[in-house]
């Protein structure tokens, strides 16, 4: 018997993969490092820090402390180890980690490197005798939400996207998420998306669960904006979603962030629902925006015993993705 645990279930690390002058980030490397130094700081105050980089000296020495740190030479493509990063189940009560095909969401991108990490990892030993799956099947990390009890959230656009598997309907995902990550429901979010991202709906972008009854989602108040009418729907359908007890999810609404643009003035994915849940905190993404103060005292209420961290992330939005893309857990 195996099933996927939910991110509040006890964690041995978290994987996370820096910059380099061979990525998208290599324009403005500096900048680029800084959200990736204070993530990674706010994690190791309670939780190893796995992070593959370039330079292990060269990024060991931007760290006033590297106490749970362990810094890691690997070659990558890029930093979104949410995406392709082990997947840790629970079978026969032992830990075991799934490495899914990684394609560059779709073929979008570049990503045998990325794709090759997680062998390469396993081989260094960093995760001792814990076993390693390869799977020939695409699924990220940031596509799939569990709560533990067997129930996958997920969007319909990303897992049957013709640029995964072929496209396969949601019967043949099903079967897939059934045996590979002893899934017994999946409820489909068919609507839901943000400008500017290259995931085709990541379910981490706009909608998470944070315990067994509960649902945190984006929500789109203002009629003017182009997500409007998609959250709406989004909300509604979330709306009819109900427990392993057949009950409604208690539904938690995370303000869309004032909208962000960069420099040649294309919208990029602002979101708050890309936060991560450690062993002691829950740490979020903030944008320099009025939104950040709303957002945090939301998570307060809903993690009264986790110390409540922001990170300024818009810099990570540049490149489509935000902090939760750029961790993995480990368990």
Known sequence: MRYLPPEWHKQRAILMAFPHQNTDWADNLKSALTPFIRIAQAIAYKEAVYIICDNKDTISDMFCSTTNMSFIEIPTNDTWTRDYGYISIIEDDEVKLLDFKFDGWGGKFEASLDNALNQTLHKKGYLGITPLESIDFVLEGGSIESDGEGTILTTTNCLCNPNRNGGL???????RLQEYLGAKRILWLDYGYLVGDDTDSH???LARFVSIDTI?????LDKDDIHYSELQKMENQLKTFKTTENRPYKLVPLPMPTAKF???NNR????????LITNGALIYPTYSVAEDKI??????ELFP???IIPIECSRLIEQGGSLHCSTMQIL
């Open 295 to 300: 957002v945090h005292n939301i998570f307060k």
């Open 203 to 205: 379910i981490d972008t």
């Open 169 to 175: 309907s949601k019967i043949e995902v099903e079967q």
């Open 216 to 220: 945190v989602y984006v929500e789109c």
């Open 305 to 307: 015993t986790k110390e």
């Open 268 to 275: 990029l994915p602002a979101t708050y629902a890309n936060f």
């Open 262 to 264: 960069n420099k040649d």
